[in-house]
């Protein structure tokens, strides 16, 4: 069996490859787009249809960047908030906890007073 360690290294590996296939697919998409959005202009020149087609990848390239990089902020701040939740919400258990725990020994301290005192 693997242990922790290999596995992370693994699954960072995955995540890699993963994100190159899926930044592969992206380049491919946003290449048939413009060619799709530069064959639209006839009257371009190849040089022409070939610089459209150029920026318009570039672009689309671009606005994706900038919308993963929201999305990963995005995710990053909520997580940060979750954990501060989660770990407000664990203190404000256990305090429960240990106050029903303490009125738990104050009752039997009482009720054994009550009972010694017969």
């Given at each position: ?18 994100g190159?296939?899926l930044l ?9 787009d ?6 639209r ?9 070939d ?11 671009r ?31 256990l ?15 009482v ?8």
């Amino acid at each position: 069996m693997r242990n922790d360690r290999e596995t992370l290294g693994a699954d960072s590996g995955i995540a890699q490859l993963e994100g190159y296939l899926l930044l592969q697919a992206e380049r491919e998409q946003a290449r048939a787009d413009a060619e799709i959005f530069a064959s639209r202009m006839a009257w371009l020149s190849p040089t022409e249809h070939d610089t459209v087609v150029r920026l318009y990848a570039e672009e689309r390239l671009r606005l994706t960047r900038w919308t993963l990089e929201r999305i990963r902020d995005r995710c990053h701040q909520l997580s940060t908030e979750y954990e501060t939740r989660y770990a407000e919400l664990r203190r404000r258990l256990l305090s429960g906890c240990l106050a029903l725990l303490c009125a738990t020994l104050a009752v039997n301290a009482v009720l054994m007073a009550v009972v010694l005192e017969r």
